[in-house]
């Protein structure tokens, strides 16, 4: 019969009850046979055997209180946040797999949507930093449904940012005026163009503009976020990477665009085109997380548009190049005839 040593938990030959030896780690197993009452153990060198038949006695495998739980997600979350994982404890309810199988990781809150009791900086920051710098390992273990947590979020970073690029702007554009100003005192009638406004429109610091562009940021934001997770999900429909639906999408294009605080940073140009890219990163690793889908179809769905699009613009290019071509070539065969 095969029994299992309570010890090193391997299994071994054996055609008798009773004590004996484990022929792995040497430790004392006492297999109790069925038909008898067993006898009493005697004390192990190593340590204390319980009663096993055929392994019975074998501890259990861990459970969901040993290890941090079956929720803890693969290579740790760091020192995460307070409340962060509170869910993620135990399997799923009603969980019914086989014996020994590891059940599914039940899905957390983000910090995000624990506003009330982290308080709306710091949970927006222990968001931002899970999202952004463990995206992996955040969209595999965060709740995707409902998603408004998720748009909320990204509504509020690209708010944000939209509004210190734009007062940034509006300063720059002030000093750009006062420059344009001296200038202009130098040349005879140039101080006419001063309060102008094409000087306010060159400047860019005209005042209604950048109270528009304020007010119209977190509009713009929602607009924005929506229209880049259709298009990702339509492209995650196309190759059927989709299983877990839009509010899978929406969640991670939601807490992705926290990427774009970067682009609120003094550098014009660069700033905004880092913070793209990161974005673009994040997706591409948060779909392919948060859908249960393969690394090549969650990359293929976040890169394909910008194929589409830079495929579209040479078609393009080379269909007016070639328009502008034949009327040439009609022009001159006039030009010759005549």
């Known amino acids: 019969m095969l029994a299992r040593c309570a010890h090193c938990q391997k299994t071994f030959e054996t055609d008798r009850f009773g004590v004996q030896g484990c022929p792995h780690c040497g430790q004392q197993v006492l297999l109790a046979d069925p038909a008898a009452a067993p006898p009493p153990s005697p004390p192990p060198a190593g340590g204390e055997a319980g009663p096993t038949e055929s392994g019975a006695g074998a501890p259990p495998p861990p459970g969901p209180g040993a290890g941090g739980g079956w929720g803890a997600p693969p290579g740790g979350w760091g020192p995460p946040p307070p409340g962060w994982g509170a869910h993620a404890g135990g399997p799923a309810p009603g969980w019914g797999g086989p014996p020994g199988a590891a059940p599914p990781a039940v899905e957390s809150e983000a910090p995000w949507v624990q506003r009330s009791r982290l308080g709306n900086v710091r949970a927006f920051v222990d968001t931002w930093k899970l999202a952004l710098l463990q ?144 974005f673009l990163a994040v997706v591409g690793i948060g779909l392919q997380a948060a859908q249960r889908t393969t690394p090549g179809r969650a990359w293929a769905a976040t890169l394909l548009p910008f194929a589409l699009v830079c495929l579209c613009c040479c078609g393009g290019v080379a269909a007016l190049g070639s328009a502008i071509g034949r009327a040439f070539s009609e022009g001159r065969g006039h030009g010759l005839s005549l």
């Not at 449904?145 to 002030?174: D, E, H, K, N």
């Not at 001063?194 to 007010?215: E, H």
């Not at 939601?254 to 905004?272: C, M, R």
């Open 135 to 278: 995206p992996g390992e955040f969209f595999r273990a965060v709740k995707v449904s409902p998603s408004r947590p998720a748009i909320l979020f990204g509504v509020v970073a690209m708010t944000l940012s939209s509004w210190v690029q734009t007062l940034y702007g509006a300063l720059w554009g002030a000093a750009t005026r006062d420059y344009l100003q001296r200038m202009l005192d130098q040349v005879p009638q140039g101080g006419r163009l001063g309060n102008t406004w094409m000087m306010q429109w060159v400047s860019g610091t005209s005042a209604f503009g950048t109270v528009a562009q304020i007010v119209a940021a977190p509009f713009l934001a929602v607009v924005g976020l929506l229209v880049w997770a259709a298009v990702f999900h339509a492209m995650l429909l196309i190759l059927k990477a989709a299983p877990r639906g839009f509010d899978a999408t929406l969640t991670v294009v939601g807490y992705a665009s926290g990427a774009y605080v970067i682009g609120a940073a003094p550098v014009p140009g660069l700033a905004g085109a880092v913070a793209f890219v990161w």
